[in-house]
């Protein structure tokens, strides 16, 4: 199955208590497809790039087997660039820099070659944008998959619970279900959050794993323990992309299906968290895969007789 | 295998978002005691109450099966009294009244008929009080438990090394365990833990779950997610009973039953908190206990094939 990724192709400059970086290569779409690469996932990206963006990152994903189509290059105008710095216990952060450039104005293509894609993973974006994709698809894909976060909550209510209603699978974090539902309990917010649209509702709890919500069932994966979480950036869009490309390798939407395809999302994630920004992600050998993935099975695994 | 339990039996008075309690039965060798009885081990109290303390409470652990012998009654003093106000999101709350009352000179003393016991579980106590039960035991148990709290890092740090010097199973909560290892990382932690003498090191992260360490090895275990939790009060402790009930029923130390052992506490504890005090605790029958096991084998079950 093909995957379509919608979402930022951009410059992080990062700060952790271990370091930091100059202006490297971010944005949500592009950890998703490396993420769906070592899945031997056929994805292709839709977003949009300044001049200034090099073309050696092209290259990469090109070179990855990424359908770079969509990225659109306005010579004129500047990439998207973020920068933070992360607090010492690494599960907050501070943004220093936000320039939207490109993006504010961003206007999805949709190439030919990508417009049979059976799956659409909506990354972080303004709800509004992630509509009008909906929109330019010939045929809608069989599955939608929507990451969103608070500041659309706040700024574009609206859009957003229109774009809920269409996805199949919802992918947010703890503080944001909260938002979202009104409510604490994450097992009532999810209840709420169904009642919206998505059949399946995934809460993110950074170091404390995944909840996977579907027709009354539950599902929770831990993350894995680390000695060290050096740069947290990209994490969660690793994980949506190794859930995504999981799917679509199995060709299957299950609840059976999305416990695994959860599992391969947070062992991918493990991944990206041990260096700065793609820098590990893109290291990542498919035996290297394997073996985290049955980390998380030995991590999991008991037997009861009581 | 029997299991000696030495630990506070108190009363609590509770607020949480749902409503208050008088002055009710509490106490962490209550609840681990109970938790017991429910998988069918034997264990034994030791333990100091006032007059105050009513003979029906006495009883309905002795119709459990608890062996009371070890709990001293002082006529003319008062039982220890603890009030606590919950948060809305229940995983804070305020200290209102600590009455210590005839725990503060608590001088434990160990029942012949318990001398026996394999499996000895050290409730939170001050750890000069905890290592004073070490020195009263004939033969050294086969497997020592500790539970212990931030207030004796902060109090009696020196005894309380002693006391982890000395045992096989601690524990803590994450807190704790960042706090007594200078850690923040909780892999680096139960690092450093270990080197202190414990061979496990369980570390609980409240709704999160828990983690086990053991030589480099390591397994989690989510929280069930409830659509609420009603008094998180002695989920910790029935935590803490119901692991070391499983090890007494299976009669084995090793990692993988020690597994199964946090997986039943878990089950255990995920009813403690459905309503005040003891009192769902009271009510569950073995049956309910199996169902509870079986979801949370429903909850962390994946099969990936890549």
Redesign the interface.
Known sequence: MKLLVVGSVAFDAIETPFGKTDKILGGAATYISIASSI?GIESGIVSVVGGDFPQSNLDMLTNRGINIEGIEIIKEGKTFFWSGKYH??LNSRDTLVTEVNVLENFDPKIPESMQDAEILLLGNLHPGVQLSVLEKMRNRPKLIILDTMNFWMDTAMDLLQQMIGKTDVISINDEEARQLSGE?????AAQKIHKMGPKFVIIK?GE??A?LFHEG??????AL?????FDPTGAGDTFAGGFAS?LA?KKDFSF?TM??A???GSAMASFTVEKFGTQRLEEVTESE??AR?QS???????????
Do not use: C, W
């Not at 998380?296 to 009581?306: A, G, I, S």
């Open positions: 899945l010492n216990d604490y309990s994450l097992v009532k709890k404390h794993g909840l069932k539950v599902f929770a994966i831990p323990p680390l000695e060290d979480v999981y390798r059976e416990k695994s959860l599992t391969v895969m394997l993935i998380f099975k030995e991590l999991t695994t008991f037997e009861v007789n009581v």
